[in-house]
Nanobody
Framework: QVQLVESGGGLVQAGGSLRLSCVVS????????MAWFRQAPGKEREFVAS????????SYADSVKGRFTISRDNAKNTVYLQMNSLKPEDTAAYYC??????????WGQGTQVTVSS
């Protein structure tokens, strides 16, 4: 069974930084595209960023482009999201998963990011 465990969230002031981690167990991520998503209260889950298996071919939502950086360590089966210049509108629960919808695992518990103004 595939499990996704996100961590690294917290409370930060606007302009601050956080680094999120997602450890995947039960399936190797080595040859699969991975992604981060987020869900704010009362809103649908939305795409944030994705990364190809060789750490090339990154893609970002327009709202985070230039501020967030996705990376991965295949040896550790872990995906990261470095978030800089955080804004209050980045406040959400953040989740990782496989980018391909047909490979999606059950969502993890997510990690909460709260940005104060």
């Amino acid at each position: 069974q595939v499990q996704l465990v996100e961590s690294g969230g917290g409370l930060v002031q606007a302009g601050g930084s956080l680094r999120l981690s997602c450890v995947v167990s039960g399936r190797t991520i080595s040859y699969l595209r991975m992604a981060w998503f987020r869900q704010a209260p009362g809103k649908e889950r939305e795409f944030v960023a994705s990364i190809g298996w060789g750490s090339t071919g990154t893609s970002y939502a327009d709202s985070v482009k230039g501020r967030f950086t996705i990376s991965r360590d295949n040896a550790k089966n872990t995906v990261y999201l470095q978030m800089n210049s955080l804004k209050p509108e980045d406040t959400a629960a953040y989740y990782c998963n496989f980018d391909r919808t047909d490979l999606r695992a059950d969502w993890g518990q997510g990690t909460q990011v709260t940005v104060s103004s």
